[in-house]
T-cell receptor, first 116, second 109 residues
């Protein structure tokens, strides 16, 4: 099991463009969370998906949207890119526990987005 | 609102010395606390969680609800412990994580 995988590794865009980042969860995990990590800061929660629906959302504008597919993989879309969107975007997955609820999150390597 | 504070951005110790990375949190309920670690060129990975009460790689952390702290400790630091350490909390297991800004630990030979 490769664990959580993300693509692409690096991405360079210009202001105003749109970007799509992809994440495949660890085998057996049904929940995907996205985080933004700006340089020198801790990760900030963007949103979480399971059962193909957004379940929780952090303090990010509507320019940030996502999707989860039936195979549990997920996409993060960012529209109208700003310079301040330059960051490392992390995907984390977690499994559904037998009694309900979800277990610890496992992180992918991240996608480094640079907006020029 | 949830908040995690790691007061030290940088911490440097010598090999064999004790190390303590501080973490304070603010949350009105009973959160679950974690320490995540990121070694150079590797992904963020879970080091330990308070409900497990484990010692991982010689590290321990005790949740002090009175002081709202979750400090990470190791009695004898090793060079391979050099990494970025993040304290994080969640209100429900598997739910959104709130991270501190991290502490870069350097263990000198």
């Amino acid at each position: 099991d490769a664990g959580v995988t993300q693509s692409p590794t690096h991405l360079i865009k210009t202001r105003g463009q749109q970007v799509t980042l992809r994440c495949s969860p660890k085998s057996g995990h049904d929940t995907v969370s996205w985080y933004q990590q700006a340089l020198g800061q801790g990760p900030q929660f963007i949103f979480q998906y399971y059962e193909e629906e957004e379940r929780q959302r952090g303090n990010f504008p509507d320019r940030f949207s996502g999707h989860q597919f039936p195979n549990y993989s997920s996409e993060l879309n960012v529209n109208a890119l700003l310079l301040g969107d330059s960051a490392l975007y992390l995907c984390a997955s977690s499994p559904l526990l037998r009694g309900g609820g979800r277990d610890t999150q496992y992180f992918g390597p991240g996608t480094r987005l640079t907006v020029l | 609102a949830q908040r995690v504070t790691q007061p030290e951005k940088l911490l440097s110790v010598f090999k064999g010395a004790p190390v303590e990375l501080k973490c304070n949190y603010s949350y009105s309920g009973s959160p679950e606390l974690f320490w995540y670690v990121q070694y150079s060129r590797q992904r963020l990975q879970l080091l330990l969680r308070h409900i497990s009460r484990e010692s991982i790689k010689g590290f321990t952390a005790d949740l002090n609800k009175g002081e709202t702290s979750f400090h990470l400790k190791k009695p004898f630091a090793q060079e391979e412990d050099s990494a970025m350490y993040y304290c994080a909390l969640t209100e429900t297991s598997g739910s959104r994580l709130t991270f501190g800004e991290g502490t870069q630990l350097t263990v000198n030979p």
